[in-house]
């Protein structure tokens, strides 16, 4: 889900809603949310991306730790997916396929979700991901726009791995295991989530593709602002060097156009273009009160989320939605 949404797409049109749905497409969250029972919610997400590396283990296991990200970002609990894969026959043995669903299977057996089988079809551009299965307490949904002014805004992973990506696309960065960017976009958002159910959470969503100031433009809804800090966003390794490269994918240039003229800013476009970067399972942006904010910074980092960090703060709406400081 998100700025160009398939709830976009199908406004108008009538689909058969019930009493128990409790979040559809039309709010642009990061799952749809059935209640079961006054005590248990269903989750449900799909995601699927094209190859971020040549490594099909690591990709398997980015495309994975990717998916289950928007199970984590409503604070439910990941427990049975499906895998998802279009496989470029011509290119990709048998042997290259079954190394990325051992990814996969990986961090699915990590986040102790039960794989149910799935389903495959011959693509002309390799795609692999999951259909993921969660559960949530009703009354204990985080939304992506339920936060409220003042708030202050955490961000648990750095961002950049799009332009890293493009980096090791174009091959102009080589591929290491214990790459920062490439480590973060294999940890799950699991551990993070669960920390942060201890903390008055009004609102959460994942990083992904439409950046950092797409997706905290939904958590600006009814009227709500934002103010971000842009000295204060971590970055992995080399981001700053890559962009006076002018190493920035496609996605990332798209981001900014769409999304510019939703900013105030001051600061020139090398200084803020890593805010619309496209990620792959990048972190989790809580809001939460400012006087919890801190402490859920360390619990983070003692977490394994080093470079957690706050971020900037909800506010009232000014002409534009986000300012970038």
């Not at 805004?153 to 214990?178: F, Q, R, Y």
Request: glycine share 8%.
């Amino acid at each position: 889900m998100g700025l160009e949404d398939l709830g976009q797409m199908m406004a108008g049109m009538e689909t058969y809603r019930d009493q128990h749905l409790l979040v559809g497409y039309d709010t642009s969250d990061d799952c749809g949310v059935y209640a079961l029972s006054e005590e248990v919610a269903l989750v449900e997400s799909v995601d699927f991306i094209t190859p971020i590396v040549d490594d099909p283990f690591l990709y398997g296991q980015m495309a994975a730790s990717n998916a289950l990200s928007d199970i984590f970002a409503m604070g439910a609990v990941p427990k049975t997916a499906l895998n998802l894969l279009m496989w470029d026959k011509k290119h990709l043995s048998k042997e290259i396929i079954t190394e990325i669903l051992k990814g996969g299977a990986s961090k699915l057996n990590e986040a102790k979700v039960t794989l149910l089988g799935g389903h495959t079809i011959a693509d002309q551009e390799q795609k692999y991901g999951l259909s993921v299965s969660g559960i949530v307490h009703p009354k204990k949904i985080w939304r992506n726009c339920t936060a409220q002014v003042g708030d202050a805004l955490v961000l648990s992973k750095p961002l950049g791995t799009g332009i890293i990506a493009t980096a090791l696309k174009n091959g102009k960065l080589e591929l290491k295991a214990d790459c920062d960017a490439v480590v973060s976009m294999c940890q799950l958002n699991q551990i993070a989530s669960q920390m942060a159910q201890e903390f008055e959470i009004h609102a959460c969503t994942d990083i992904t593709g439409f950046g950092l100031v797409g997706h905290l433009l939904e958590m600006c809804a009814h009227d709500k602002g934002a103010s971000i800090f842009v000295e204060k966003i971590p970055l992995f390794d080399g981001v700053v060097d890559w962009i006076s490269k002018d190493v920035i994918p496609n996605g990332t240039r798209e981001n900014y156009a769409f999304l510019k003229q939703k900013i105030k800013t001051s600061l020139d476009f090398s200084q803020v273009i890593a805010c619309f970067d496209a990620q792959t399972s990048g972190g989790l942006l809580f809001a939460l009160p400012q006087n919890q904010a801190h402490m859920l910074v360390e619990r983070l980092r003692f977490g394994g989320y080093e470079q957690s960090e706050i971020i900037g703060q909800m506010t009232k709406r000014d002409q534009e939605a986000i300012e970038l400081l």
